[in-house]
């Protein structure tokens, strides 16, 4: 039997117990078949691949925007915004997507396991942090959705569509727009967002870690039902760091427009978007506004009670860099069914009885569109709640006549977006089906969804083999391996020890030193290495040496490579690190560190400036390939500290960016990086250790040394070594154009949680990288 026949056959909902895996055509003839008909019909140029410098500083993704990514993958652009924190560029060339779950595992086992996780660290280009785990982590990547409450948003409705006609009064109560505002008229302080709203739909807050630069407007009183609304409206268009402002208007409450602007981003123009826009390389040439500008003379327009109103405003307020605490959100505002938005097009049709965005004219009027949503969100103060679902909106987006009204998306903005829509049923909006593999006490409510083909399995090994022969016949598949918790014990030791370990190998001894050396010059030759998180002597050897602990590992390896064996004050110093069990292998880490697939490209500066930022762009003709400039702030005093990383596209680049920079000219210190940004946050996040003398031994306890005297198979490094190979060999059998996301959910139990980790890339991206990484 042919496999796509076979898979036709099955029945849809259908929960299968352990079997044999059919004689059937191998997972691995299938990738091969499946890479053979891709090179056939993709271009060699048109290659799905994934960008993170997006990343925010702290690293972290959360459960919610791994679902963003994963329905994009699915969907693509023309129905699912695009995730906020990555880029998936040619997203119609990705062929499948495989999510491997690690279940049990975090983000400490991976580092307390580093040199046994060989081909995962090696292979996949991007890793980042993950929450510790909720109740039901795949329901919360996949988008699975408890029944809400009254109160909640946005709401959920059940039943049929209801027609075009007005509602009766019986049905009122089911209208999504009647169970946030109730029947009677509200006042405009209720239709503001809250702090909590606005983080939910990822508007631009104070104290945020990606909204760090963003400039604050002169909010400094209460709102009330009388202040004053700004109807807000922003044009992008495409550079090489993303979308970029170019056009701005501001429109006020009587609907004189206060501010029409167009605006020349900063980075080189990629696409104009000019069908949505209206703007032209011939309308921006002469323009010499610049963001900062435009952030000026809004911060003096508005006063310090004004409402912005906007339609996805939280888009708008990105672009400008801006943060904004009283907003109405009109595609919020008129609540649609089953979380998703009318656009404005829509709703200025159905509402006002107004054409908006014609497609006789090139673009779309940036005043007229901030005058709209001014106009929608007074009609809702006016008539109220009752009045808007008399309505039936819903009912009216089916009807022919205004469906026609929106069918063309807006910009990056008007793009429909469904933040409650779940992995499940975009691929069933598709007619595909989610494979899910996992052992049959591990199955949870995943295996109950209707669209989702479950294999429950006796364990991880028959997980493994029906993975071989499925995954090549389902579009989206999920496989799950699950691993025995550790006990709290167990776990805290290894918490504790990874502490240990970084601290010592971020330590350094140096000496021999005489005893009437010149203390300051010594400070000053170390901290020129990096930033210095404790100096002392020791005076128990015959003559003093120093001990010095570094804030980044980079630090300390650096002054080991350039202050071993030289000369001070007439005596050849030696420079190392504490010799103990954790540092024993700290050689080969290091090395495996700096060929970590994410520090490729990646380089570390010791003795920068604040204004070396500017220096740098403005020779950037010698340093080509340079992606994005990390400079890190220390967290209490906000000011810059005095060292960088520097990312370029590659490892070429990189060391040519590194021996200018060490240069003469330049004066600095530094080497290629050997921590990744998600592993800085997430030591940065880890509770202070507590202080002992380096060097003194830490005692193994009892479990775990008789572990490691058996060698059991069910040791957590072990463990780590096996399912490491394992599931490396079940990727090359997957076809090119795979996006492949490996998940270690982390652990949450009453003792604490730890955050997790998630490593991913495309195959044939990956591919490329591993050969170069072994050249």
């Not at 299968?16 to 691995?28: E, T």
């Not at 948003?153 to 505002?181: T, W």
């Not at 495409?238 to 004189?256: D, F």
């Not at 123009?269 to 506004?289: E, Q, R």
């Amino acid at each position: 039997m042919e496999p796509e026949k076979e898979r036709t056959e099955r029945h849809p909902n259908k929960v299968r117990k352990r079997r044999r895996a059919p004689n059937r055509l191998g997972g691995a003839a299938e990738a091969m078949r499946a890479g053979r008909d891709l090179e056939e019909r993709q271009p060699e140029a048109k290659k799905a691949r994934l960008s993170t410098i997006l990343f925010a500083d702290n690293c972290e993704v959360t459960h919610g925007q791994l679902c963003e990514l994963l329905k994009y993958a699915v969907l693509g652009k023309s129905s699912i915004p695009k995730p906020s924190w990555c880029q998936l560029f040619h997203q119609n060339h990705v062929n499948n997507v495989v999510v491997f779950v690690l279940q049990g595992m975090s983000h400490l086992h991976f580092y307390r396991f580093y040199l046994e996780f060989g081909f995962l660290r090696k292979v996949f280009r991007h890793k980042f942090l993950l929450p510790p785990p909720s109740s039901n982590f795949l329901a919360d990547i996949i988008g699975l959705q408890k029944k809400q409450t009254t109160g909640d948003l946005p709401k959920m409705m059940e039943g049929s569509l209801p027609s075009a006609s007005s509602k009766a009064n019986s049905n009122l109560q089911n209208d999504p727009i009647i169970q946030k505002y109730g029947c009677k008229k509200v006042g405009l302080t209720r239709c503001i967002l809250t702090k909590e709203e606005m983080k939910t739909f990822h508007f631009p807050l104070q104290g945020f870690p990606d909204c760090e630069n963003f400039v604050p407007t002169k909010c400094s009183v209460s709102i009330t039902d009388d202040s004053p609304l700004f109807g807000l409206d922003c044009e992008m268009c495409l550079t090489s760091k993303g979308r970029e402002l170019t056009r701005i208007s501001l429109v006020a409450e009587g609907g004189c427009c206060v501010m029409d602007e167009l605006v020349k981003p900063d980075n080189k123009i990629l696409d104009y978007l000019t069908s949505f826009s209206g703007i032209t390389k011939k309308t921006l040439n002469p323009v010499t506004t610049k963001l900062k500008d435009v952030q000026k003379r809004l911060k003096a327009l508005l006063p310090p009670d004004a409402v912005l109103v906007g339609h996805s405003l939280d888009l708008y307020l990105r672009a400008l860099k801006m943060i904004h605490p009283y907003v109405i959100d009109t595609s919020l505002l008129y609540v649609r069914e089953q979380g998703r938005r009318f656009k404005l097009k829509f709703l200025a049709k159905a509402i006002l009885g107004k054409d908006i965005q014609c497609p006789d004219r090139v673009g779309h009027d940036a005043t007229e569109d901030a005058r709209t949503t001014l106009e929608l969100a007074r009609y809702f103060l006016k008539y109220g709640p009752k009045k808007i679902a008399e309505l039936n909106l819903e009912g009216l987006a089916s009807h022919p006549e205004v469906q026609a009204a929106g069918q063309e998306p807006r910009n990056a903005t008007e793009i429909v977006q469904y933040p409650n829509t779940s992995v499940l049923e975009c691929l069933d909006s598709m007619g595909q089906k989610l494979l899910f593999l996992a052992r049959e006490t591990d199955a949870g409510e995943l295996s109950s969804s209707r669209n989702c083909q479950t294999i429950k399995c006796l364990s991880n090994k028959e997980v493994l083999e029906h993975a071989r022969v499925e995954i090549p016949l389902f579009p989206f598949s999920i496989v799950q391996f699950s691993f025995e918790p550790f006990s709290p014990i167990f776990t805290e030791e290894m918490n504790k020890r990874m502490r240990m370990k970084w601290a010592e190998m971020s330590t350094v001894y140096a000496g021999p030193f005489s005893k009437n050396c010149n203390l300051r010059a010594l400070k000053r030759l170390f901290k020129s290495f990096g930033p210095i998180q404790s100096m002392s002597f020791v005076l128990e050897t015959h003559q003093p040496h120093l001990c010095i602990q570094y804030e980044v590992l980079e630090a300390a390896q650096l002054a080991i490579e350039s202050s071993d064996g030289i000369l001070v004050e007439s005596t050849r110093i030696k420079v190392q690190r504490p010799v103990t069990e954790l540092t024993l292998d700290c050689d080969i880490l290091v090395n495996e560190l700096e060929r970590d697939s994410e520090n490729r490209g990646t380089i570390y500066l010791s003795g920068v400036s604040e204004t070396f930022k500017e220096h740098l762009l403005q020779q950037s003709n010698l340093f080509l390939g340079l992606e994005t400039v990390i400079l890190p702030k220390d967290l209490k005093s906000g000011k810059q500290k005095k060292y960088c990383f520097l990312k370029f596209k590659s490892f070429g680049s990189a060391q040519r960016a590194l021996n200018i920079l060490t240069g003469k000219d330049w004066k600095l210190k530094g080497r290629h990086a050997l921590t990744p940004r998600h592993l800085h946050a997430w030591l940065r996040g880890l509770p202070p250790e507590s202080k002992r003398p380096p060097g003194v031994r830490v005692i193994p306890p009892p479990s775990e040394q008789q572990d490691l005297q058996t060698l059991k198979a069910n040791h957590p490094k072990i463990a780590a070594w096996r399912w490491g190979r394992k599931i490396g060999k079940l990727y090359h059998s997957l076809c090119p154009g795979t996006l492949c996301l490996i998940l270690l959910p982390g652990t949450k139990s009453t003792h604490g949680s730890l955050s997790g980790l998630g490593l991913m890339g495309i195959k044939e991206e990956e591919e490329s990288t591993t050969r170069s990484l072994r050249s």
